[in-house]
């Protein structure tokens, strides 16, 4: 005991910490710069006109008034904007086809000219003068007259034998679930700064994945991508709206270069309704069959998602159904019907939180159907120790723990299952609940470590942070890793000059960041260790005998073995070091292992006014399996978005389209709601399970998975509530009255 | 930005001789509406004429009476002690209207003339409104609508008046007082507008350059009660789907007398008399509330979208009814 009360005292771990963001600070004093505030001396103001027909052709874009407007410096249209090469293929990222390249409109609220002044106050009005004459053409709007087509990124699955299944059940429920367009909807506005000199372009964007902006500019716009920076430090939240190069970015940097004048193109919110993609409505069929136990015997689920002509839906809506729970005979089905529509793309637990609210919801039917309860139907079928299509191990899955403590926080065992048995005054009392899968995704990315002399260091990604948290976790662990304080790691992020990093998007990005931190963790105490002289007390040791503490290098086993950066720097009269990492993955089938994604479980308890059909959502209870958890406090922030955002889904968030002209008809806040506070109840955020063991840093990522769910357990708890099963999301006061 | 003139005059007069020179001109109060219309080019006026600077801001009370200055805030109002105790219905309505950022711009006088939310109105693209452009037809009727008025609205219109406010101060039978070229005038609130199905592109009775500077509000004698019943999607922050504005004065459980309007189902404030004088005398009777409700909706305009106001006017009327004359009070 006495040797080791004389050690130093073990290291403070700072992952694990409910620390502060560590760009608070800057967010809360106005000094993160986000892309709107960029401003560059000789900067013009561009605004985006839209069309206002679904289909046809742009036959004359009468200028010549604007022109002669006060600033006004040019009307860009197909006939003089510069002609851009296509974009560049990228996993679920490719661009949108090039704006004003030939004047045909394949939806309403494309963008069809884009007017360029001295001010924004001067561009927006000749924007509100121009004069736009269509040859329209019939448009594509009902989904009954479009053609379902396969979507690129999921093929059908079979399992085993559904029809099989289906004759050996002793019950058996099927219905058509669907859920309504939902658009992301950041609070911060999208838009591009661009400036370019020569061939050499600064752009300032709102994008999740700097690496693809810069390589699809460089290619459309015919330039070494080694000469395009894209900047994107800090977004104003992205939810999925700035995972794809949206044609807003090729209008800025066009007009930019033909002027040769930095230009800033800002959206505005309607325009956020249109341009910047979107949850595209969905349907589902499901057929649910289980044997009299509950035992499942088939699942078949055939989803259909709208998308746009140009652009197909992202889709995903059956990626998880074969994946939660143990029935051997699963089929899916998934379509996409285009039409003269926006563009869609990922939003906030793409496809999953869709396909999840019809799977759950017919979950809970098939339980009414056997007279089971609802967690007991779930619980007899959990795939809980291997995958129930590979039949290999879980890497990790604590979804049957998330069921088991939510019951238990929730008080689930004190529900009575019958319909409408639960009253508060004139109030009915629903409980509903759900489980949740978000699928594993983990992409590579890389990052820099370097060490001062003054024992500080800098981390270094092209990564982003939109507001996730990248900053505070990747500042925890390279304190971690190099024993320092967090206040002495300085992160730079969001710019593609730095080492490469994937999207901040699929929920992948801490892992990976996580994973390549590690990775150059490691090399850099090689690196270190290289310089140590013969007579220090390091020489002689192994790369993996060593680890960083207190701003040196030391032996594991005998701390007072060290030295400290700065005398190894000077030791070779270097003033820096640095390091790469990358992420390095297992291979999962080798190790035995299948690649286990986020976990989930959902507890809702609403009340109705049935007379009024007013509906509120009074409490929740939400248990997470996401790994490990770098930041309880930020890992609870994630979650409580995604909540509040399932929220919305189920009882708000829909973008009516007209049906005649495929005009949007309520973009904006006022017209198309989403939660307010007073719609938040307490929700009590919770986590199960522990580190994955194939995510080298353990975690499997929280930004997503916190709104899947929250839907069907609503839905779930309203026909406990009413004994109306309600299978149209979102679920509104018209649909609810009795 | 379309350029415009900025006049902001200090007393009443001049503010009215300035607009009633130019047709082009209009008065600015809160602006918490009409900058978002201009914003849209909806609205484009050569000439804002800001009052915000006239002595026209405050509330008195004398007697049965409260006169209240037509620049005093939703939020002052709302907070103004014989509001509270005398006409508790024109308070909720007032703090479900808007969120308190907004209470504080808007104005009284302003938040009775504020235009409709209807999104085909809202939408200078859309060609076809006959409240924007005379005989150009109506999107709204063809599309989904689902906020739109079923009462005093037809295939030409269906435009909803959207305030919240002016549902229990219609009950209650308050005078807007008038200042024009002409001199001063009291209008009526339930005179003040104009059916959409009696001319969709003419909203209220004023003529160009009349101004409201105040409005007269009965106080609730003693004895009464009242209060406001906003349905609507999420719960805060939204404007009504239906909503119940319900004074009463109980003799037992007999209604001596009582006051009824109702909102989101108009193309103005929707006093419903025909369900006072039903229920005048009678007992407390929810079958007789639910027959007054469907009197008072009787003859609905409805189009698929708006069909469930039916049923959620009456529902929504004979709630407040029930809660007004045999609940507790809070």
């Known amino acids: ?738 | 930005m379309r350029a415009f003139v900025y006049d902001r005059p200090t007393d009443v007069e001049q503010a009215v001789a300035a607009v009633a020179a130019d047709p082009q001109a209009a008065f600015l109060a809160g602006g918490t509406t009409q900058l978002d219309l201009m914003k849209d080019g909806v609205w484009t006026p050569d000439r804002l004429v800001d009052i915000t600077r006239l002595p026209l801001r405050g509330i008195m009370v004398d007697g049965q009476l409260m006169r209240v200055g037509a620049l005093t805030s939703m939020e002052e109002l709302a907070a103004e002690p014989a509001v509270a105790d005398r006409l508790l219905m024109v308070r909720e309505a007032l703090l479900a209207g808007a969120s308190t950022q907004l209470r504080n711009m808007a104005t009284i006088g302003g938040n009775l003339l504020q235009r409709t939310r209807c999104r085909y109105f809202r939408d200078p693209t859309v060609s076809a409104c006959n409240r924007r452009s005379p005989d150009s037809g109506c999107a709204a009727v063809d599309n989904h609508a689902r906020m739109h008025a079923i009462l005093g609205v037809d295939e030409r219109c269906v435009a909803l008046h959207a305030s919240d406010v002016a549902v229990p101060l219609v009950a209650v039978d308050a005078q807007a007082l008038v200042v024009g070229p002409q001199g001063q005038r009291h209008v009526p609130l339930t005179e003040l507008w104009v059916r959409a199905d009696e001319g969709p592109s003419i909203e209220h009775v004023l003529g160009h350059g009349e101004l409201i500077t105040a409005v007269d509000v009965p106080l609730l004698p003693a004895g009464w009660r009242s209060g406001y019943l906003k349905v609507r999607d999420r719960a805060s922050y939204e404007f009504v789907l239906v909503s119940a504005a319900v004074a009463v004065l109980m003799d037992g459980d007999l209604i001596a007398d009582l006051r009824i309007a109702l909102g989101g189902v108009g193309s103005v404030p929707w006093r419903a008399r025909q369900a006072e004088q039903m229920l005048r005398g009678t007992h407390v009777d929810p079958v007789r509330f639910e027959q007054a409700g469907r009197a008072t909706v009787a003859g609905a305009y409805t189009l698929p979208g708006t069909a469930f106001k039916v049923d959620l006017a009456v529902a929504t009327l004979t709630r407040q009814l029930l809660a007004m004359t045999t609940e507790a009070t809070p």
């Not at chain 1, 906030?348 to 159907?369: H, K, V």
């Not at chain 1, 594993?440 to 470590?449: D, E, G």
Request: net charge negative; proline share 7%.
């Open chain 1, 1 to 738: 005991m006495t040797a080791t009360q004389s050690r130093p005292a073990a290291p403070r771990e700072w992952v694990g910490q409910g620390i502060d963001r560590v760009d608070g600070p800057h967010k809360v004093t106005g000094t993160a710069p986000y892309s709107g505030d960029v401003t560059l001396p000789g900067m013009l103001h561009a605004v985006v006109v839209t069309a206002t027909i679904a289909a046809g052709t742009v036959t004359k874009v009468d200028t010549s008034a604007l022109l002669t407007l006060p600033g006004v410096r040019a009307v860009f249209t197909h006939e003089n904007f510069p002609r851009l090469n296509a974009g560049p293929q990228v996993a679920f990222g490719e661009a949108p086809p090039a704006p004003l390249q030939d004047g045909r409109v394949a939806f309403h609220g494309q963008e069809v000219a884009l007017v360029v002044a001295d001010t924004i106050q001067q561009a927006v009005e000749a924007a509100r003068l121009i004069e736009i004459t269509y040859a329209p053409e019939a448009a594509l709007l009902d989904p009954a007259d479009g053609s379902p087509e396969p979507l690129p990124y999921l093929p059908d699955t079979h399992r085993g034998d559904t029809e099989a299944g289906w004759a050996q059940a002793d019950v058996r429920v099927g219905a058509t679930y669907t859920t309504a367009e939902n658009v992301n909807n950041p609070l911060g506005l999208m838009g591009a700064v661009a400036a370019w000199d020569g061939d050499h372009l600064e752009f300032h964007d709102s994008t999740q994945w700097p690496v693809n902006v810069r390589k699809t500019l460089a290619a459309m716009f015919g330039v070494p991508e080694s000469g395009v920076r894209v900047h994107a430090p800090y977004l104003g939240g992205g939810f999925g709206a700035g995972l794809i190069p949206w044609p807003y970015k090729m209008l800025a940097a066009g007009a930019a270069r033909a002027l040769r004048r930095p230009v800033k193109l800002m959206l505005t919110r309607p325009q956020m309704f249109k341009l910047v993609g979107h949850r595209p409505d969905t349907e589902h069929q499901v057929r649910l069959a289980a044997r009299r136990d509950g035992t499942l015997t088939a699942i078949e689920h055939r989803a259909t998602s709208l998308a746009s002509l140009d652009k197909p839906a992202l889709g995903l809506l059956t990626s998880a159904t074969g994946q939660v729970y143990t029935c051997p005979n699963v089929a899916t089905v998934e379509r996409t019907v285009r039409l003269n529509r926006r563009y869609p793309s990922a939003m906030r637990g793409p496809g999953e939180a869709e396909g999840n609210w019809a799977i759950e919801t017919a979950m809970d039917e098939l339980a009414y159907e056997l007279g089971m309860d609802p967690l007991a139907l779930r619980l007899r079928n959990i795939a809980a120790d291997v995958h129930p299509g590979s039949g290999l191990p879980w890497s990790s899955n604590a979804l049957v723990e998330c069921c088991r403590v939510g019951a238990e926080v929730f008080g689930w065992s004190r529900r009575d299952p019958a319909p409408s048995s639960t009253r508060d005054g004139r109030l009915l009392v629903g409980w509903g609940m759900a489980t949740a899968f978000y699928g594993a995704y983990l992409p590579q990315s890389t990052a820099r470590i370097t060490v001062y002399a003054d024992g500080t260091a800098a981390v270094r990604t092209a990564g982003t942070d939109i507001g996730t948290g990248t900053y505070t976790v990747l500042t925890q662990l390279a304190a971690d890793l190099l024993g320092l304080a967090p206040r002495q790691v300085d992160l730079q992020l969001g710019d593609s000059d730095l080492p490469d990093a994937a999207q901040s998007g699929g929920s992948g990005l801490a892992s990976s960041l996580s994973a390549a931190l590690t990775d150059a963790a490691a090399n850099l105490r090689r690196s270190l260790l290289d310089l140590a002289s013969p007579d220090s007390p390091l020489a002689g040791a192994e790369a993996g005998e060593v680890t960083c503490r207190d701003g040196g290098l030391c032996r594991a086993a005998d701390p007072s073995a060290r030295a400290s950066f700065a005398d190894l720097l000077a030791g070779r009269e270097l003033t820096q070091l640095s390091a790469e990492g990358q992420t390095r993955l297992p291979d999962a089938a080798e190790a035995g292992m299948h690649q286990a994604g986020g976990f989930g479980a959902r507890y809702v308890e609403v009340a109705i006014d049935p007379a009024i059909g007013r509906l509120r959502v009074r409490r929740i209870v939400t248990v997470t399996d996401c790994g490990r958890v770098l930041n309880p406090k930020l890992a609870r922030s994630q979650i409580i978005g995604g909540t509040v955002g399932g929220i919305g889904m189920a009882l708000f968030e829909e973008t009516v389209t007209d049906p005649d002209t495929g005009r949007v008809a309520n973009g904006t806040f006022g017209d198309y709601l989403i939660a307010s506070c007073a719609d938040v109840p307490d929700i009590e955020v919770l986590f199960a399970g522990g580190p994955d063991r194939f995510s080298p840093a353990g975690t499997k990522g929280a930004g997503e998975i916190g709104l899947v769910g929250i839907p069907a357990a609503i839905g779930n708890a309203v026909f406990h509530a009413t004994g109306r099963r309600l299978r149209s999301l979102p679920i509104t006061i018209d649909q609810l009255m009795m």
